[in-house]
T-cell receptor, first 113, second 111 residues
């Protein structure tokens, strides 16, 4: 059974049209991460939530926002997608205070037309 | 800033040959984790090393953590087509719960 679920698997949006990606988890982990991964590159951390505390990476553009309304769900909002934002977006969870292993969802592949 | 360097970026092998990837951290690590990402897939956790000098095996895969807890390696013996993918190391510094990811090594099996 999938433990970290991302929806949709594929998302096509238009240049400048806001888009929201979702992630849910059944692991009850306290941390949820959003990564951006482009072809043949390592995942790049955008931000993460430790419980309700939002932690932004210094080089994450303001165009990217996130919400975590409860423990199970986390959203990635891209306010005005540009062509350079086309990528795979990966959600991951971990339990800090335990082994801190990250469990990834299958990802959402975003295309920007 | 804290970094984890991983080499090589790519390794082409014939099926049946061995494969090794190396990671080196700029700072002492609390633990190091290894993940595998198949083509078109997402990273999947393989193993976590915690102790200085630790060696762990999973069938044909051997993982090592250096004595200084700053470097690590993954060795695959007699590669198979199912081993194809990108292998990432991710280190957790002593001072932080966040992982620092290596750039990954892509294992390619020559036809």
């Amino acid at each position: 059974d999938a433990m970290v679920i991302q929806n949709p698997r594929y998302q096509v949006t238009q240049f400048g049209k806001p888009v929201t990606l979702s992630c849910s988890q059944t692991l009850n982990h306290n941390v949820m991460y959003w990564y951006q991964q482009k072809s043949s590159q390592a995942p790049k951390l955008l931000f993460h939530y430790y419980d309700k505390d939002f932690n932004n990476e210094a080089d994450t553009p303001d165009n990217f926002q996130s919400r975590r309304p409860n423990t199970s769900f986390c959203f990635l909002d891209i306010r005005s997608p540009g062509l350079g934002d086309a990528a795979m977006y990966l959600c991951a969870t971990s339990r800090v205070g335990g082994h801190n292993i990250q469990y990834f969802g299958a990802g959402t592949r975003l295309s920007v037309l | 800033g804290q970094q984890v360097m991983q080499i090589p970026q790519y390794q082409h092998v014939q099926e049946g040959e061995d494969f090794t990837t190396y990671c080196n951290s700029s700072t002492t690590l609390s633990n190091i984790q290894w993940y595998k990402q198949r083509p078109g897939g997402h990273p999947v956790f393989l193993i976590q090393l915690v102790k200085s000098g630790e060696v762990k095996k999973q069938k044909r895969l051997t993982f090592q953590f250096g004595e200084a807890k700053k470097n690590s390696s993954l060795h695959i013996t007699a590669t198979q087509t199912t081993d194809v993918g990108t292998y990432f190391c991710a280190g957790q510094p002593d001072s932080n719960y966040q992982l620092i990811w290596g750039a990954g090594t892509k294992l390619i099996i020559k036809p």
